[in-house]
């Protein structure tokens, strides 16, 4: 080991999140004094202070630690100086292994003011580490506790949004960066993708939400940055419930307090509240984003740059394949050109009349159908939205609201029943402790309460779901007609609007009626499919082919 007057010390510092509640005793600044003091009183050359503020013993990568370690390797130092040895990690197998196998086979000596270092530390690491286990799983349980309970427990508050000053569970909305959000939403619903919003945040010098936040807090950031939006950020905000006020906590958790790796929990475990602040972007515009990222669906572009404006969405009402994009050029009598757009069967045209028929339309056509539809049923929802509501719901399931109210009322019977059971099954515990009730009479009487009250519990169990399932129901028929408000003056089509409203639309094969070739359409809508038949203008619409 090193001879005293050679010591060449680092001092390494490290405070944890936990350790600040501690008190002053194990503050950063504290650490440094009682350090420093040693090594010039024992008249020491101190080469280095190392401190990682912050940072969990469990957590091996902190930046000052790993850039000490290089220092050893390198010879820049050979004593690193420590007031205890929790302060250098609280895993016990990594702390014995660099305390001896690493630092003696680089030449550095460990020292610990407040500790000797002999055979018995391997158990005071042990006891380290212990205390490590069961402090992170009282703070995981203690978190938990707060989600439940409708409390904010993430450190920052989301990009948007500020903590609020008189509320450290809660947070209000950030003057400054909740117009962006909306403008990241208002971008990728005209159709442009993650990466291009990126690059259109960077280049107008919009800081980047992790930079933001230091920024704010006067302080700088700690981890390596390159002060820039990617396309990974712009897809978490927009898949972020939060901008609509919901607050869904605990999706993920780390591999253990060892190993801070993130791991997805399912949905199940989530923990959900809705409508619980402030929302930043209306549920209309939120669902019409989250309909474009499910459906992941890019409209090719012809040669002519322009995009073919129903594809992906037409099927053939006989073989049930995909209708695709057709483009004629005809020339006026004038001498003018004129473009036409129509679709057909993929089978017809991949194998001719053998495998299926054209079912030929007009994309003019169908387009002036379709507006007509969204736009009349747009109008409907307007003037009786629960009307609408009830006749989606009973086309949907057999069980109508009629159901739902009998299901509720058989519940309520149900559940009063067992109330009653449970007296009766306390009394007659009471009866047969007393003698009043003899044995065999008392063994008849509770299995009959028994067998009773398991059979409605059952029963209650099975209303419950399917009240569930209806109103999961009602939730979908209302997230539609919430939408369908939006379009009741809709007078020109969009990729992103078809895609947001309707799932698929289904074209017959044209027949000839009075002259002019007439097929039939079905429009299916996303949330609801096709609209009841005793609506006007709902299921079949009659288009004409021609352009």
């Known amino acids: 080991m090193a001879k005293l007057q050679d010591k060449q010390v680092g001092v390494y510092v490290r405070l944890s999140n936990e350790d600040m509640r501690a008190g ?53 130092i050979n004593t690193i100086l420590i007031k205890d040895l929790s302060r250098l990690g609280r895993n016990y197998l990594e702390v014995g292994n660099l305390a001896e196998v690493f630092l003696p086979e680089h030449g550095c000596e460990l020292i610990s003011l407040n500790e000797k270092l002999d055979d ?161 972007i209306e549920r209309a515009l939120w669902e019409r984003v989250q309909e474009m990222g499910r459906k992941n669906y890019k409209p090719r572009r012809r040669a002519d740059g322009e995009t073919n404006l129903f594809v992906g969405l037409l099927y053939c009402a006989d073989c049930g394949s995909r209708l695709r994009a057709s483009v004629e050029r005809r020339t006026k009598a004038d001498g003018s050109g004129v473009k036409y757009v129509s679709y057909l069967c993929s089978s017809y045209a991949q194998s001719g009349k053998i495998a299926c028929t054209a079912h030929i339309i007009y994309e003019n056509a169908l387009s002036e159908l379709v507006i007509e539809q969204i736009r009349t049923h747009a109008q409907m929802v307007q003037y009786n939205e629960e009307r609408i509501i009830e006749s989606i719901l009973s086309a949907q399931s057999n069980e109508t609201m009629s159901y739902r109210a009998a299901y509720q009322s058989e519940l309520e019977a149900h559940k009063k029943q067992i109330t009653r059971l449970d007296f009766l099954i306390e009394n007659l515990y009471e009866d047969k402790v007393t003698g009043v009730v003899p044995k065999a009479m008392f063994k008849r009487q509770i299995q009959k309460f028994e067998q009773d009250r398991v059979e409605r519990l059952q029963s209650v169990d099975m209303l419950e779901k399917r009240i569930k399932d209806m109103k999961q129901e009602t939730d979908t028929a209302g997230t539609w007609t919430h939408l369908m408000k939006c379009y009741t003056e809709l007078d020109t089509l969009d990729s992103e609007t078809l895609l947001l409203l309707i799932d698929k639309i289904i074209i017959s094969e044209p027949q000839r009626i009075n002259g002019k070739r007439i097929c039939e359409v079905q429009i299916v809508y996303n949330y609801v499919g096709s609209i009841p038949e005793q609506l006007p203008k709902a299921t079949t619409q009659i288009a004409e082919v021609t352009a």
């Open 120 to 280: 018995m530390m391997v158990f005071r690491n042990w006891f380290n580490e212990q205390h490590s286990k069961s402090t992170s799983k009282k703070v995981k349980a203690a978190k938990r506790i707060s989600a439940e309970n409708g409390k904010y427990i993430g450190a920052y508050a989301p990009y948007g949004y500020a903590k609020d000053p008189n509320n450290r569970h809660g947070f209000v909305v950030d003057n400054n960066t909740a117009p962006i959000v909306r403008s990241i939403f208002e971008m990728r619903v005209s159709g442009m993708g993650y990466r291009a919003i990126a690059v259109g945040l960077n280049e107008d010098g919009v800081i980047p939400p992790k930079d933001y936040y230091y920024q704010s807090q006067n302080r700088k950031n700690p981890r390596s940055s390159n002060r820039m939006w990617n396309d990974s950020t712009i897809k978490a905000i927009i898949a972020n419930e939060v901008y609509i006020g919901n607050l869904v906590q605990c999706k993920s958790s780390s591999l253990s307090y060892k190993n801070q790796k993130q791991i997805k929990k399912p949905k199940d475990e989530w923990i959900r509240f809705e409508n619980r602040h402030e929302p930043l």
């Open 24 to 76: 002053e005793s194990v503050s950063i600044e504290n650490q440094k004094l009682m350090l420093t003091k040693h090594v010039n009183e024992m008249g020491w050359e101190l080469k280095e202070i190392y401190v990682d503020d912050g940072f969990s013993g469990t957590n091996q990568n902190r930046p000052a630690f790993q850039r000490m370690m290089s220092d050893v390797k390198q010879g820049f």
